[in-house]
């Protein structure tokens, strides 16, 4: 219901979400706070559509369109980045029968528990001895935690199947990539969407590791947005959520095959 209802009102015009919500984001710039005394009029139909807060957005407000590529560059290298890791980590995981490969497995499992929170202050101590605040390698560089998830799936590969193309003269680079990772493409979509939508929101990594505005993405930008007109806040946030959705409704059964399969076979 949130969702069409901020769709719906993005298409109002300035005057009607006046009238349904004044009494309460007219406070939002009152030096005195006061509560709501009288009922919101909540509408999910407009009375009359309009685009001109769209235009206001991606036409009229530059600033917009600079921060959602400094998303896009901030979120695209960060998903390849873990795709990549974690294919390369899990199948070390999967063929890997040393002593230690159960504790490090485990320990990797710990560290992924952990919230991003939790390991902010260390992260921003390690970027600032590394000069790397206030650089976007500051934003790339965090471990990537999908391991588990591809690890899980990448052992469902049966090991006659492997054991096969060994005897065929196949190495270890052949193995992993033309065996491993195509069966393992559902689990590779729901990581990248997974991964995609987390750093596609991310607020406490760009407030602590970017200082310069100019560099911050477009979920930081929302905030400011809210604090002025509502309708324009409106529109910006539908366009904000399209590339999340898009990605989404394009590798819907992938994802729920590779978190279905990731879980239904012990390590």
């Given at each position: 219901m949130p969702t069409v209802?901020?769709?719906?009102?993005?298409?109002?015009?300035?005057?009607?979400?006046?009238?349904?919500?004044?009494?309460?984001?007219?406070?939002?710039?009152?030096?005195?706070?006061?509560f709501i005394s009288e009922?919101?009029?909540?509408?999910?139909?407009?009375?009359?559509?309009?685009?001109?807060?769209?235009?206001?957005?991606?036409?009229?407000?530059?600033?917009?369109?600079?921060?959602?590529?400094?998303?896009?560059?901030?979120?695209?290298?960060?998903?390849?980045?873990?795709?990549?890791?974690?294919?390369?980590?899990?199948?070390?995981?999967?063929?890997?029968?040393?002593?230690?490969?159960?504790?490090?497995?485990?320990?990797?499992?710990?560290?992924?528990?952990?919230?991003?929170?939790?390991?902010?202050?260390?992260?921003?101590?390690?970027?600032?001895?590394?000069?790397?605040?206030?650089?976007?390698?500051?934003?790339?560089?965090?471990?990537?935690?999908?391991?588990?998830?591809?690890?899980?799936?990448?052992?469902?590969?049966?090991?006659?199947?492997?054991?096969?193309?060994?005897?065929?003269?196949?190495?270890?680079?052949?193995?992993?990539?033309?065996?491993?990772?195509?069966?393992?493409?559902?689990?590779?979509?729901?990581?990248?969407?997974?991964?995609?939508?987390?750093?596609?929101?991310?607020?406490?990594?760009?407030?602590?590791?970017?200082?310069?505005?100019?560099?911050?993405?477009?979920?930081?930008?929302?905030?400011?947005?809210?604090?002025?007109?509502?309708?324009?806040?409106?529109?910006?946030?539908?366009?904000?959520?399209?590339?999340?959705?898009?990605?989404?409704?394009?590798?819907?059964?992938?994802?729920?095959?590779?978190?279905?399969?990731?879980?239904?076979?012990?390590?």
């Amino acid at each position: 219901m949130p969702t069409v209802l901020t769709i719906a009102n993005s298409f109002m015009t300035s005057t009607e979400i006046s009238a349904n919500y004044g009494s309460m984001f007219g406070n939002m710039t009152d030096e005195k706070k006061t509560f709501i005394s009288e009922n919101v009029n909540l509408k999910f139909i407009p009375d009359k559509v309009t685009f001109a807060q769209y235009k206001s957005v991606l036409i009229l407000n530059s600033d917009y369109l600079l921060k959602f590529w400094n998303s896009v560059i901030l979120t695209a290298p960060i998903v390849f980045a873990q795709l990549m890791v974690a294919s390369i980590a899990a199948y070390g995981f999967t063929r890997w029968r040393g002593k230690g490969r159960d504790s490090l497995f485990f320990f990797y499992v710990i560290l992924m528990l952990m919230p991003y929170q939790v390991t902010l202050v260390p992260n921003y101590l390690v970027s600032d001895w590394l000069h790397l605040l206030n650089t976007r390698w500051a934003i790339f560089l965090p471990a990537p935690f999908s391991v588990f998830l591809l690890t899980k799936f990448m052992r469902r590969i049966p090991m006659a199947v492997i054991e096969s193309a060994k005897i065929d003269g196949a190495n270890e680079w052949h193995i992993f990539w033309n065996i491993c990772l195509p069966q393992c493409r559902s689990a590779l979509y729901s990581i990248a969407i997974l991964v995609f939508i987390d750093n596609w929101n991310m607020v406490e990594q760009p407030l602590i590791l970017l200082n310069d505005v100019e560099k911050q993405p477009l979920s930081m930008f929302l905030s400011s947005i809210n604090a002025g007109e509502i309708g324009i806040a409106f529109a910006a946030a539908v366009i904000y959520m399209i590339p999340g959705l898009l990605l989404f409704l394009h590798g819907e059964a992938y994802l729920v095959e590779g978190i279905a399969h990731s879980g239904s076979v012990k390590g």
